[in-house]
Nanobody, 121 residues
């Protein structure tokens, strides 16, 4: 069993910053990649950013330059630094990890419980 625990969400004014963290624990042999997704009310879940174990990153276009994803492999933790936040960034942010639980085993996708980010004055 693999658990992902997010933290760092909250209420912030437009133009402000937040840093989200997500720690993975449990039956982990290795983590292929970790990422952040978000889901606003009435909308589908969308990709925010992904980072591989080698540090390669990809971002949804509207978040490039404002959001930065990083990772501490030793701690199995991924971070999302969010700057210049806008009201339209308001959403529940979910952590995601694709994990090998055994050597040469199947790659499984896991999700955190989500953390609320609200951007409002």
């Amino acid at each position: 069993q693999v658990q992902l625990v997010e933290s760092g969400g909250g209420l912030v004014q437009p133009g402000g910053s937040l840093r989200l963290s997500c720690a993975a624990s449990g039956s982990i042999f290795s983590i292929f990649d970790m990422g952040w997704y978000r889901q606003a009310p009435g909308k589908q879940r969308e990709l925010v950013a992904i980072i591989t174990s080698d540090g390669d990153t990809s971002y949804e276009n509207s978040m490039k330059g404002r959001f930065t994803i990083s990772r501490d492999n030793a701690k199995n933790t991924v971070y999302l630094q969010m700057n210049s936040l806008k009201p339209e960034d308001t959403a529940v942010y979910y952590c995601n990890a694709r994990v090998f639980t055994t050597p040469g085993g199947v790659l499984y996708m896991h999700w955190g419980q989500g953390t609320q980010v609200t951007v409002s004055s």
